[in-house]
């Protein structure tokens, strides 16, 4: 079983449509969630980090389920410059160098 | 506020060439340090991670070598490249361990020939 698993998508949605990435995670001592978004051929830029109890930041919501150890992003209100690919990132556990980064979700929000 | 370079942007190498890409960071002090690699449809795989001067961590043996000759500086060398080395490189630093976010520099897109 990968580390952190990610449905590669692509997830086509047409704009103002809403759509939710999960991401399972295999290590039940993580404890530092992450989503970053890459648009192609760039660096991964940080979207949002996962906390316990979700949170949102705009159109984006995050939550962690940690009995079932998986992560979700919920985008409403899908806009073209939505269109990217979305990775999920787990940590090894508090004080770790290590992050685990899944291979991501692609997402294309359609006209 | 912090900014991450990397240099050079893409590199087009022969098999059995030498291999050095610089990464530096701006605007912080002791940040630890990453090297990723991104091959084509695939996550990010660490190579190496440094959380001090000279102090270099690697997670996978290959014939890569990293070095941290100064506090903000990154370097990532190769004696001979291999096909396999090809992908994408990202340079990552971090202002201390988990639970703190990384951030990315733009990446050296890497094509051994």
């Known amino acids: ?111 | 506020s912090q900014t991450i370079h990397q240099w050079p942007a893409t590199l087009v190498q022969p098999v059995g060439s030498p291999l050095s890409l610089e990464c530096t960071v701006e605007g912080t002090s002791n940040p630890n340090l990453y090297w990723y690699r991104q091959a084509a449809g695939r996550g990010l795989q660490l190579l190496f991670y440094s959380v001090g001067i000279g102090q270099i961590s690697s997670e996978v043996p290959q014939n890569l070598s990293a070095s941290r000759p100064q506090d903000r500086q990154f370097i990532l060398s190769s004696k001979k490249l291999l096909l396999s080395d090809s992908g994408f490189y990202l340079c990552a630093w971090s202002p201390g361990l988990a639970p703190l976010t990384q951030y990315f520099g733009p990446g050296t897109r890497l094509l051994v020939l």
């Open chain 1, 1 to 111: 079983r990968k580390e952190v698993e990610q449905d590669p998508g692509p997830f086509n949605v047409p704009e103002g449509a809403t759509v939710a990435f999960n991401c399972t995670y295999s290590n039940s001592a993580s404890q530092s969630f992450f989503w970053y978004r890459q648009d192609c051929r760039k660096e991964p830029k940080l979207l949002m980090s996962v906390y316990s109890s979700g949170n949102e930041d705009g159109r984006f919501t995050a939550q962690l389920n940690r009995a079932s150890q998986y992560i979700s992003l919920l985008i409403r209100d899908s806009k073209l410059s939505d269109s990217a690919t979305y990775l999920c990132v787990v940590s090894g556990g508090s004080g770790t160098y290590k992050y685990i980064f899944g291979t991501g979700t692609r997402l294309k929000v359609l006209a």
